[in-house]
C-alpha cells in the first residue's frame, strides 16, 4: 500500500487540472443543447473566449468570469477526488468496504455540487437521474477492478511457480470477467426497461440513450484496461460485449428503427482498453502470460 500511495498527489493534481479544463469544455460542447437547458455564454476576461458558462450561472454569479473560475474549480475537486479511486482496495474487506463507500460518497457529493452549482441540469428529476446514473458507473467499474483484485488474490495463493502459459484465444484468462459483462451489456439494460415500462410507452430513453452513451462505453473501456494490464491481449473481451449487447441492440431496432450503434459502443472502447492496459503492461515491463 505504501507504493500504491505516493503517486496519489501527483494524481490528485493531474486529475484536478483535467477537471478543470473539462468542466467548461463540457459547456462549450453541447451539454445544454443537448438536455434541453439553454446555451453556454463565452468568459470574455483574460483572453478565454474559448470557455464558456451557462447563462443562468453567469446570472447568478454576477458575471461569466466568476462563474467561469467557480465552474473550474468544482471542476477540479471532481477530478482530484476520481484520481483517488484506487485508494479503497485494501487487504481486508471490512477496510475495503468503508473506503469504497467513503469514496461514492465523496464522488457523488463532488459530481452534484457540480452538476447543481453550474447549472448544468434543471428541475428535481435529472440531478436524480445523473446521480443514479454515476452509481451505476461506480458500481460496474469497481466490480471490474474487483475482479480483477481477487485474480491476483488468487494467484498468490497458487501453490506451483510455474506458469502453465495461456490458454487458446485467453478463454480462461478471461471466463471471470464474463459475468461483468453480461451484467453491463444485458443485464442493467433490461432492468432499467423496468422503470421506462412503468411510466409507459415511448422512446427508452434510459435503456436505448442515456445508459449506452453515458456508461457503457465507460465501464467497457475501465474494464478492458483491468484485464489488458492482468492478462494481456484478449480478444474474447470485445467479442463478448459484442454478443451480449446484440440481444438488446436487435430489440432497440426492431422496435424504434434505431440505429444499432448499441454494440459498437461497448465493443470499440472495450478493445481499445484491453490494447491499452496491454501496452501499459509491456512499458512498465511486466511479464505477459
Given amino acids: 500500500m505504501k507504493g500504491e500511495k505516493r503517486p496519489f498527489p501527483l494524481r490528485v493534481v493531474l486529475g484536478g487540472l483535467l477537471g478543470a479544463v473539462v468542466a467548461p469544455l463540457v459547456v462549450c460542447y453541447g451539454w445544454g443543447s443537448w438536455i434541453g437547458i439553454g446555451e453556454g455564454v463565452p468568459v470574455g476576461a483574460f483572453g478565454l473566449s474559448f470557455l464558456m458558462v451557462f447563462r443562468s450561472m453567469a446570472s447568478a454569479f454576477g458575471s461569466a468570469e466568476v462563474a467561469a473560475v467557480v465552474q473550474s474549480l468544482l471542476g477540479a475537486l471532481l477530478g482530484g477526488v476520481v484520481t483517488v479511486a484506487t485508494l479503497p482496495f485494501a487487504e481486508d474487506g471490512k477496510t475495503l468496504v468503508r473506503r469504497s463507500l467513503f469514496h461514492f460518497l465523496a464522488t457523488q457529493g463532488a459530481f452534484l ?12 428529476w435529472l440531478p436524480l437521474l445523473y446521480s443514479a446514473l454515476l452509481t451505476l458507473l461506480y458500481l460496474l467499474i469497481w466490480l471490474g477492478r474487483w475482479t480483477g483484485w481477487y485474480l491476483e488474490v488468487v494467484e498468490l495463493r497458487e501453490l506451483l511457480g510455474l506458469d502453465p502459459g495461456p490458454t487458446p484465444l485467453k478463454w480462461r484468462e478471461t471466463l471471470p470477467y464474463l459475468p461483468l459483462v453480461l451484467l453491463m451489456c444485458l443485464g442493467v439494460p433490461l432492468a432499467l426497461r423496468v422503470p421506462e415500462y412503468m411510466l409507459g410507452k415511448g422512446f427508452p430513453a434510459l435503456s436505448g440513450v442515456y445508459y449506452p452513451i453515458l456508461v457503457l462505453p465507460v465501464v467497457s473501456l475501465c474494464v478492458g484496461v483491468s484485464l489488458g494490464k492482468r492478462r494481456g491481449v484478449c480478444p474474447l473481451y470485445p467479442a463478448a460485449c459484442l454478443l451480449c449487447c446484440l440481444p438488446m ?9 434505431t440505429p444499432p450503434y448499441y454494440c459498437l459502443l461497448s465493443v470499440i472502447p472495450a478493445l481499445l482498453g484491453n490494447l491499452g492496459g496491454w501496452l501499459w503492461r509491456r512499458r512498465k515491463g511486466g511479464k505477459m502470460p
Fill in 113 to 124: 455540487l457540480l452538476i447543481l452549482v453550474c447549472r448544468w441540469v434543471d428541475g428535481w
Fill in 249 to 257: 441492440t436487435c430489440w432497440l431496432v426492431g422496435a424504434f428503427s
